[in-house]
């Protein structure tokens, strides 16, 4: 599939569930309403939806939330995905937060899952368990050597917070070397109503944090590419993959190779436009896999150039009215 700008489109994120166990405080407010189990796409819904996009080019899939695995039975669907590996689909990965990966790190490896993103924007037990607000530490770094154990290649994703774990970075990076763990720092997007903590006080551009840090380690820029917008860098100290991902410092449209499903079978051509295509009711309506592929292409052919993301005083509203929670990020 090629857009209006001539990207190909291979990568699918699908968020299998709008729930979480975490209520991270850039992500979503404390009380928060999720969608009735009755809106969501059924699991051979989502399947026979990813199924079509493997048939048009999709290549990589990977699973997203919420928290992908506190859906129930969603290993049924992991499993059937990674049979299809090999067989139109290239690579099967995961981002979670990790508390589950103690339970289901192994099933993981043995469905096709080879690496996963751990979002973990914090060492520190006290900090972590406020940043979540409900997370314990300890679960998520067993969950971590769970993975290790499983032989699943692990990318650590920590939001840039400032004034909140500014100060963890070199540790983060040091740790990430000893686990044999790459890093990627994400800056944080204007997405949803968070309540009262304000994105402006917790943005921080990374453009900065990188001249920072590049004065206390050896980062040598990469053309290593997973299929999603970091940047990387080499750390000569560690051995390990330094990325970024600067939606606001470093626009990195120009590149856009996917698109996001959610849970209610709702497809956004971008994380940061509104514009979406209902693919729930061709779905559900009789229509054969010929009609729901054509809806498909007729989605991608209206993907935007590139999202509106600003941060800054005259800017204080969500870019977008939707969490991250419902796209998956």
Known sequence: MIDPFGRAISYLRISVTDRCDFRCVYCMSEDM????????????????????FIATGTRKIRLTGGEPLVRRNVMQLIERLGSRIGSGLDELTLTTNGSQLGKYAETLAKAGVKRINVSLDTLDADKFTALTRWGKLGTVLDGLQAAK?????????????????EDEFDRLIAWCG?????????EVMPMGDIGGEMRLDQYLP???????????????????QTGGPARYWQVAETGQRLGFITPLTHNFCESCNRV??????????????????????????????AALIETIRAAIARKPKGHDFIIDRTHTAPAVPRHMSVTGG
């Open 178 to 186: 000893d686990e044999g763990f790459d890093l990627v720092f994400i």
């Open 33 to 52: 309403s999720f969608l009735p189990k009755a809106d969501l796409l059924t699991l051979e819904e989502l399947e026979r939806l990813a199924g079509a």
């Open 206 to 224: 990374l453009a900065q944090v990188r001249a920072e840090l590049r004065n206390r380690w050896t980062l040598t820029e990469t053309s290593y």
């Open 149 to 165: 154990a499983a032989g699943l290649a692990v990318k650590i994703n920590a939001v840039a917070l400032k004034g909140v774990n």
């Open 260 to 289: 996001r499903l959610t849970c209610t079978g709702t497809l956004y051509m971008c994380l940061g436009q509104e514009d979406a295509a209902d693919l729930r009711a061709p779905l559900r309506d009789g229509r054969d896999d």
